[in-house]
């Protein structure tokens, strides 16, 4: 007879699971070691889970999907291209930088077990947009290509979570504020305008009251 699905359960493993993969390592956590963190017995892993490679792809993919998601809601509902980039800047970046544990995951054992590409092309194709709607507005000639905007992705972003990520490993008083205050600045100065502030985000179920 299969087992009961339970989706508290599935969430509670990869919970602990993402824990414990930034804590110790990938392959110094083993299944024993995630299913005693959350009190079940290591079959129950096996209902929702393949393998422990398939934990850490799904903690990685449900979580980036979950930003993204989120970042898209907001900015098709900011008519403005600098409230849109003011949304990307102070809101989303800051929140998903300040989660040690998801950069962990990514820039270590993770990046073998998601398609890290695919992930750069969507948040390079919202944010490109994005930008090329600001230099428009401002009456630019700035437009960024596909591989542009992917290649910013990757230096901005990227760079961000190993800067952040090395300055915690080296005890540097560097923080996401400060990245991001950096990075503020530089749009700031290439478009020649003053970004509106933005209140941080907060993490909202895509479901969340659905009853679903």
Not at 24 to 38: L, N, W, Y
Not at 83 to 97: E, K, N, Q, T, Y
Not at 177 to 190: K, N, P, T
């Amino acid at each position: 007879m299969a087992r009961e699905r339970d989706e508290s359960k599935r969430l509670g493993i990869l919970a602990e699971a993402k824990r414990l993969f930034a804590e110790r390592g990938f392959h110094a956590t083993s299944v024993q070691d995630i299913v005693k963190g959350v009190d079940l017995p290591v079959g129950t892993v096996y209902t929702y889970f393949q393998n422990k490679d398939d934990i850490i792809r799904t903690a990685i993919d449900e979580g980036w999907s979950q930003f993204y998601d989120e970042v898209e809601r907001a900015c098709a509902a900011e008519p403005s291209p600098a409230g849109r980039m003011a949304l990307i800047v102070d809101s989303f970046l800051p929140r998903l930088l300040a989660d040690v544990e998801f950069i962990s995951l990514i820039m270590s054992d993770g990046l073998r077990y998601t398609d890290i590409n695919d992930k750069l092309e969507r948040l390079g194709a919202l944010i490109g947009s994005v930008v090329n709607e600001l230099a428009r507005e401002r009456g630019m000639t700035v437009s960024l290509s596909p591989k542009q905007a992917i290649t910013a992705i990757a230096v901005f972003f990227l760079g961000s979570m190993d800067t952040i990520r090395v300055a915690r490993m080296a005890g540097l008083s560097l923080g996401e504020r400060d990245v991001m205050s950096f990075i503020r600045l530089v749009i700031e100065g290439a478009f020649r305008i003053s970004l509106p502030k933005v209140a941080p985000a907060e993490s909202v179920p895509p479901d969340a009251g659905s009853g679903s």
